[in-house]
T-cell receptor
Framework: DQQVKQNSPSLSVQEGRISILNCDYT??????FLWYKKYPAEGPTFLIS?????DKNEDGRFTVFLNKSAKHLSLHIVPSQPGDSAVYFC???????????FGQGTRLTINP | GAVVSQHPSRVICKSGTSVKIECRSL??????MFWYRQFPKQSLMLMAT?????????EQGVEKDKFLINHASLTLSTLTVTSAHPEDSSFYIC???????????FGPGTRLTVT
């Protein structure tokens, strides 16, 4: 049972344009969502997060949007840079739970 | 955030042998650590939650006798894959729970190949 889903395994974007990565979840008890970036053979690094009481959180080039009614969140990267090429995971954390539930990841490639 | 290291970064072992992977929190006292496994092109799957000084809590489907976890200090947790088989070949990643309830800081991972 995949509670967090990233339906696009890969995404290719031209440098300077906007990258939009999507994530859907099924468990309405999730109340905190995180995006991680991962390079090959490295552990994930935290990018940005959002609480369920908000619908938007912005940090520099990165913005996360949350649509609770649709159980959908998205990560916008603008402008996209070559260094953004990596695998992006969304993750959710249930109320009071320590555990993170990860999506399958989306491989983002930024083309020069 | 916390700096987390793992050792070794890569290990190849023969089927039937045991392998120990270390996870160290270099600048943070980690009362809780997590062990994940990632198969190629798949998500990170939580294997177990390791609490300092107590027994680890394993996720459903993870054999506790095969994947031994020891968290004897606030800076070190170890994962021992016992009697390894080729299907145990995977990327093993640990993380340290941060100060906030949802914070986790990940190690660089260990690539295990069982031949």
């Amino acid at each position: 049972d995949q509670q967090v889903k990233q339906n696009s395994p890969s995404l290719s974007v031209q440098e300077g344009r906007i990258s939009i990565l999507n994530c859907d979840y099924t468990n309405s008890m999730f109340d905190y969502f995180l995006w991680y970036k991962k390079y090959p053979a490295e552990g994930p690094t935290f990018l940005i997060s959002i609480s369920s009481i908000k619908d938007k959180n912005e940090d520099g080039r990165f913005t996360v949007f949350l649509n609770k009614s649709a159980k959908h969140l998205s990560l916008h990267i603008v402008p996209s840079q070559p260094g953004d090429s990596a695998v992006y995971f969304c993750a959710a954390n249930g109320q009071g739970a320590q555990k993170l539930v990860f999506g399958q990841g989306t491989r983002l490639t930024i083309n020069p | 955030g916390a700096v987390v290291s793992q050792h070794p970064s890569r290990v190849i072992c023969k089927s039937g042998t045991s392998v120990k992977i270390e996870c160290r929190s270099l600048d943070f006292q980690a009362t809780t650590m997590f062990w994940y496994r990632q198969f190629p092109k798949q998500s990170l799957m939580l294997m177990a939650t390791s609490n300092e000084g107590s027994k680890a809590t394993y996720e459903q489907g993870v054999e506790k006798d095969k994947f031994l976890i020891n968290h004897a200090s606030l800076t070190l947790s170890t994962l021992t894959v016992t009697s390894a088989h080729p299907e145990d070949s995977s990327f093993y990643i640990c993380s340290v729970r941060g100060q906030g309830p949802y914070e986790q800081y990940f190690g660089p991972g260990t690539r295990l190949t069982v031949t």
